[in-house]
């Protein structure tokens, strides 16, 4: 692989190190088909916080859980103390002292505090009842460690998001945690509340914890590290100490070389608007909060429009307003001439607007089915002859559409979870091409898929919009952002905040129009007095799959 | 501390009818159905082999008819389980079916006048099949367009329709008004539904047929491949524009169907209308299905599995009647073949699982090998 940097020189197999408490040698993790890891060589040293970086589907989240027992790896192994260890389930990882917490927090949030703090692991009296009162004195105890004075008999679901994370972390505290992961944790939390995260990290690093972080916000990241280790394709591309690096040391060890594909001399020749999103407001139907905040925007048929946003943004929620998914609660969508108002999915669908939703797996792929059968499940019906499918018919286009998106596979009756992430994608694609609509949506469409078949899916992207097609697509990628669209758009917590040309315009200008670079300062304007405009990872944008 | 994995899902067994294109041989397929098979011929050679009034052109035919009850029944249930649900109300929608046509057969009371009406029996089927139709139909609206678990709801349904089954009867079996009454134009009844063409119970060929229509459905239709996704992966079916409720919502009323069809023809079986006809039906249907090779949570099974699986409980219960086992242990017997059904097909999974993994691994080195030169 070209761009690797000082891989190997750090991470040496052997070498005698007492600040090491945790080594990774030569790791690897297979999903199916997919490599998520390639032989990676990670330290984790006490005191210190070690962060990762990479794009989705770099590898970070799979060695994460690998740390933390809840996956095997393929091959290699762990040393912990100098020892080989296998972690064989997380209460295995947790009893040697590595504990995880997940952006989606683990917490029950009908039991109090205390009872999540020894949630498993109860303290018993002589009678095999609950020590409550013991637990209770343990667990104040670690709340004035943690700085943070929450009542051990308070609900869980009475906290604030900080505080719950608060919980999490007493909890992996209970257990004498030695090593102590951390996946997004900021994900969910104001800027104040990151300052007490911040200083709970330090505390615990003096008091000799070593921390693993992960974060997508990089500055944050960059702030709270002792060390920086870069991900990139399932290898471990680059390992810094933080005294060395800085932003945009980072965004460039994360995107490596610049991509295979670009397609900024595309021609750019467009027709009629095709999609016309006006003044589109969506509030979550549970909480009422406003996630997408009166966008607007047009994409015209030919022209491959790039929305850039991070998690958080309001990307899928918009995607899958506009998809009929959910509903608007405000504004419009025009279809050409057409208004779709309340109109559903289906019928979206029928009139020429498709999505190819974010989670490939969840929302993308029927996983019981063949390659076939996924291609042709939105366009049934027009395969109809006489009341039956014809199954001439079927196989013609279904065989038509492997050879259009170049899905590598044993025929149109093989198992789709037999294809690789990248294959599964284009059926994922190609079912909605199909269709033969007049506008594709995608979300994020090359998450988790790797670089030459990023470029194959932009490179029928783009031949799809020289033939008309209007393409509206999310990623949080900016490389791809800069080579691989007409014109970009940033979304930022629910709202369109600049429109740019991917010619002229730099990395720095994409990333800061996001948010990325005004963590520190944001609180005013986006905090009280409403809550609306939080950045919060919601169910639909967390980095579930980000691995696979 | 629990943590949502995020592996592709591992590769299930397909359904047969789900693969368009060139058929390919599935071994899992042919596993999971052959498994069924090879059950049902045990259990023929171990009875033959016990008893010489097994295999009987009469006891044939007495299997046959009770294998047809339970299989017509199971047919409407594969549908619903195959969309991840289950409709526990088919033993009472059964009853019902029969003592709404045993009603009609004695007369239609017609409010504000004396008269009462006789209808011809052609209508009687009709009005009460549409009777169990009606049932699913309230099954699928409030599972489809409420959201209410399938399970409590129709376990709702089984109360509720076998209540209305005692109410309509209120204590009294009907019996000789079935036959109708030449000067009230309601005759044939039997003639029809206690019929044998070519010396098989109308209740097989019924069979045969909606096996047919069903198994045509499920394969070649686009409401049957939309069966089969939505009940594999509901959200990617409904952002491929599937139609999800208003499957959902037919399932039932073709469970409806089925026990509707079921309860005119055991009504004509046994002459009467009782109120505990078709008690029990759900649960042999359930095993049916399930000995048949179907996923309860959906996406897998066929009608050719289910047909087999209704044949494997009626050999059975039949064999073990013939040898003289008592009814207690014909129950703990019967519910274990049901088990061990199940048991072989989480086995076989776990086993393709890891053959799959370990191909993965395989597959990976060997891609790995080659990217790295």
């Not at chain 2, 045969?208 to 959200?235: D, Q």
Request: charged share 20%; aromatic share 4%; hydrophobic share 45%.
């Amino acid at each position: 692989m070209a761009g690797t940097e000082s891989r190997g020189d750090t991470a040496v197999a052997g070498r005698v190190d007492d600040e090491v408490v945790l080594r990774a040698i030569d790791i690897s993790k297979t999903y199916g088909v997919t490599r998520a890891l390639k032989g990676v060589n990670f330290e984790v040293r006490r005191g210190k916080v070690t962060v990762l970086f990479g794009e989705n589907g770099a590898g970070k989240s799979t060695l994460m859980k690998i740390l933390s027992g809840v996956e095997q790896p393929t091959g290699g192994r762990l040393e912990l103390d100098g020892e080989t260890v296998t972690l064989a389930s997380t209460s295995d990882a947790v009893d040697r002292g590595i504990s995880i917490i997940h952006q989606e927090l683990n917490l029950c949030a009908n039991l109090s505090v205390r009872d999540n703090v020894f949630i498993g692991r109860e303290l018993r009296t002589r009678l095999g009842g609950i020590d409550y009162a013991r637990e209770a004195e343990i667990t104040r105890g670690l709340m004035d460690r943690l700085e943070e004075p929450i009542r051990p008999t308070t609900l869980v679901q009475d906290l604030r998001v900080g505080q719950q994370q608060i919980v999490e972390i007493a909890r992996a505290l209970q257990t004498d945690t030695r090593i102590l992961i951390m996946d997004e944790p900021t994900s969910a939390l104001s800027a104040a509340e990151v300052e007490v995260l911040f200083k709970v990290i330090r505390e615990l690093t003096s008091q000799g914890v070593a921390i693993v972080y992960i974060s997508h916000h990089l500055e944050e990241a960059i702030e709270i590290a002792d060390h920086a280790v870069v991900f990139r394709d399932g290898d471990l591309v680059a390992t810094a100490e933080a005294a060395d690096i800085d932003l945009p040391w980072v965004v460039r060890q994360m995107v490596g070389r610049e991509a295979d594909y670009d397609f900024r001399d595309e021609p750019r020749e467009f027709g009629d608007v095709a999609l016309s999103i006006q003044g589109v407001t969506v509030a979550e139907p549970e909480t009422g909060r406003v996630v997408v905040n009166d966008v607007s925007l047009d994409v015209r048929a030919g022209e491959i429009v790039c929305l850039y946003g991070l998690m958080g943004a309001g990307r899928t929620e918009l995607m899958e307003a506009i998809a009929g998914r959910d509903p608007i609660s405000g504004g419009r969508v025009l279809l050409g001439q057409t208004d779709l108002g309340t109109r559903s999915v289906r019928e979206r669908i029928a009139l020429g607007l498709g999505l190819v939703p974010e989670d490939r797996q969840r929302d993308g792929l029927v996983q019981m089915m063949s390659v076939g059968a996924n291609l042709s499940l939105p366009s049934l019906l027009s395969m109809v002859r006489r009341t039956f499918i014809s199954r001439r018919v079927e196989r013609a286009d279904v065989e038509q559409e492997i050879a259009d998106v170049k899905v590598k596979t044993a025929g149109p009756g093989a198992l789709i979870t037999s294809l690789s992430g990248g294959n599964q994608q284009k059926v994922v694609i190609g079912k909605m091409l199909l269709t033969r609509p007049k506008v594709l949506l995608l979300d994020e469409p090359t998450r988790g898929i790797d670089v030459g078949a990023k470029g194959e899916i932009f490179s029928l992207l783009f031949r799809e919009a020289r033939k008309g097609l209007a393409v509206l697509y999310v990623t949080s990628e900016v490389g791809e952002a800069l080579t691989a669209s007409h014109r970009l758009v940033v979304m930022s917590r629910g709202r369109l905040v600049r429109e740019l040309d991917p010619r002229t315009c730099t990395r720095d200008e994409v990333m800061a129009a996001s948010g990325e670079q005004e963590t520190t300062d944001e609180a005013a304007p986006h905090h009280p007095p409403t809550e609306d405009h939080v950045p919060a990872a919601t169910h639909a944008e967390t980095d579930r799959n980000g691995a696979s | 501390m629990t943590a949502t994995t995020t592996a592709p899902a591992p590769p299930a067994t397909g359904p047969a009818g789900a693969t368009p294109g060139r058929r390919r041989f599935n071994v899992n397929a042919v596993l999971v159905e052959g498994r069924a098979l090879i059950a049902l011929l045990i259990i023929i050679a171990i009875f033959a082999a016990l008893s010489d009034n097994y295999l009987t052109a009469g006891n044939l035919t007495t299997i046959t008819k009770q294998v047809a009850f339970n299989a017509i029944v199971a047919l409407g249930m594969l549908m619903v389980i195959l969309n991840g649900g289950i409709d526990l109300s088919v033993g009472s929608t059964v009853g019902l079916t029969a003592a709404v046509a045993g009603n009609l057969f004695r007369g239609l009371n017609l409010p504000l006048t004396e008269a009462i009406m006789f209808p011809q029996v052609w209508v009687i089927v009709v009005l009460s099949v549409g009777v169990g139709m009606l049932v699913g139909w309230v099954n699928g609206l409030l599972v489809a367009r409420l959201n209410l678990a399938p399970f409590i709801t129709t376990l709702g349904m089984l109360y509720v329709a076998r209540g209305l089954t005692e109410v309509l009867l209120n204590g009294q079996n009907i019996t000789n008004e079935l036959s109708g009454q030449p000067y009230l134009n309601n005759t044939g009844f039997f003639t029809v539904f206690a019929s044998r063409p070519l010396g098989l119970p109308i209740s097989a060929w019924v069979m045969i047929l909606f096996a047919v229509v069903f198994s045509i459905v499920l394969t070649r239709t686009p409401f049957g491949r939309w069966l089969y996704a939505t009940g594999s992966n509901e959200r990617a079916a409904q952002l491929s524009g599937v139609p999800v409720k208003r499957v959902q919502t037919r399932i039932y009323v073709l469970s409806g169907l089925c026990a509707g069809v079921v309860g005119i023809l055991q009504m004509a079986n046994i002459s009467s209308s009782t109120a505990d006809l078709g008690t029990y039906y759900e649960l042999n249907a359930i095993a049916a299905v399930v000995i048949g090779g179907a996923a309860l949570s959906g996406g897998r099974g066929t009608v050719r599995g289910t047909i087999i699986g209704a044949f494997v409980i009626g050999f059975l219960a039949n064999g073990l009647v013939i040898v003289g086992v008592s009814p207690f242990w014909q129950k703990v017997i019967t519910g274990a073949v049901i088990i061990l059904a199940v048991a072989v097909d989480q086995i076989q999974q776990i086993i393709g699982r890891r053959r799959n993994a370990r191909r993965a691994v395989a597959a990976a080195r060997q891609g790995g090998a080659t990217t790295a030169a």
